[in-house]
């Protein structure tokens, strides 16, 4: 009898936690594309661009004056940029700021300082970076090759990425000089982006990732398979090998290049990483994993139209409703 009690209780505490443990959701009163950074929902509606907390509170918005937007995130903050405008945010106000050249890309990272590229008369690009008060502190001219993009270590390293007949190039520079304080070649290549992984750099063409410093390239990883989608997190990047049948290999790599663990699922709609944690839209689901490619929970993703990594927790996006998932 005391044996079929304790499975009893046993029984209806498993399922009062699984009841504590459900999925929330809210609605959102803006109709956009949506996106997250460490502690707000962003949504970018044809009016307006709305932030908002875990809890479905509207923080701050903003009306929306671009056309088409592009979106980049670190930590807390957000920008959202188009054609020479640019939208900052640090999760709690949005401000709104004009670039005098045509923006071309935009990056920031957790101390809120953004790197800006824009077209230059005269050269193939600049690079600007401005501090969290959106003051311009830096800029850089580029002449032997064009801008592909630019990136932010946490130290406020400066890294730009440029392309010419002779390959890709990352140059690297301290914010309180003006010479170049060294430089990664990859001869013959095209590479189509980088990020800083802590201090290591990695770099990702169709064909290979590199993972380099001020040494130059440590170690080059090359794919075997067709490149799908990637994503940067903190410290790794996440690669998918298309395997030709409607499947994927999922791979992780820290940032020395090594593996750090790898799954196999169907084909990604999408990917991305924040810091541990990895969430994808595979098939008909959406997957969250650590950052060793281990599976922490997955649901169903009929509907879906993003995933999202916010505040540690699993978030998906349909239409306005905004689902957050508790494992």
């Avoid at 932030?51 to 009306?63: N, S």
């Avoid at 004009?98 to 824009?118: F, H």
């Avoid at 395997?243 to 663990?261: E, F, H, Q």
């Amino acid at each position: 009898m005391k044996s079929k009690i304790f499975s009893l209780i046993l029984v209806c505490t498993l399922f009062l936690s699984a009841c504590s443990a459900a999925d929330e959701s809210f609605c959102m009163d803006t109709y956009g594309e949506t996106f997250s950074t460490g502690n707000a929902i962003f949504c970018m509606g044809n009016k307006e661009i709305s932030a908002y907390d875990l809890e479905g509170e509207k923080i701050c918005t903003l009306e929306n004056t671009l056309a088409e937007p592009y979106t980049a995130t670190a930590g807390s903050y957000a920008v959202i940029y188009g054609e020479a405008e640019i939208f900052l945010s640090d999760g709690n106000e949005i401000r709104h700021n004009l670039i005098n050249n045509k923006i071309m890309s935009t990056a920031i990272n957790k101390n809120g300082y953004a790197a800006v590229c824009t077209e230059e008369a005269g050269y193939k690009g600049s690079a600007t970076v401005y501090d969290e008060n959106f003051s311009p502190i830096y800029k850089w001219y580029c002449a032997s090759g064009f801008i592909i993009k630019a990136a932010l270590s946490e130290k406020n390293i400066l890294a730009v990425l440029t392309a010419n007949e002779m390959g890709s190039t990352v140059h690297v520079f301290e914010l309180d000089s003006e010479k170049e304080q060294y430089s990664v070649f990859i001869e013959k290549t095209l590479a189509i982006d980088f990020a800083w992984l802590e201090e290591k750099l990695c770099i990702i063409s169709e064909n290979a990732a590199y993972f380099a410093d001020e040494d130059g390239i440590a170690k080059a990883v090359d794919f075997d398979r067709t490149l799908g989608e990637y994503a940067f997190g903190d410290g790794f990047v996440l690669i998918e090998m298309l395997n030709g049948d409607g499947t994927s290999r999922l791979i992780c790599y820290g940032k020395n290049g090594g593996k750090k663990g790898s799954a196999e699922c169907e084909i990604l709609r999408m990917a991305v990483a924040a810091d541990d944690r990895i969430a994808v839209i595979s098939g008909g689901e959406a997957l969250l994993y650590d950052d060793g490619l281990n599976e922490i929970c997955r649901r169903d993703a009929r509907g879906v139209r993003n995933v999202m990594l916010c505040g540690g927790k699993l978030l998906l996006s349909r239409d306005s409703e905004i689902v957050i998932i508790n494992e």
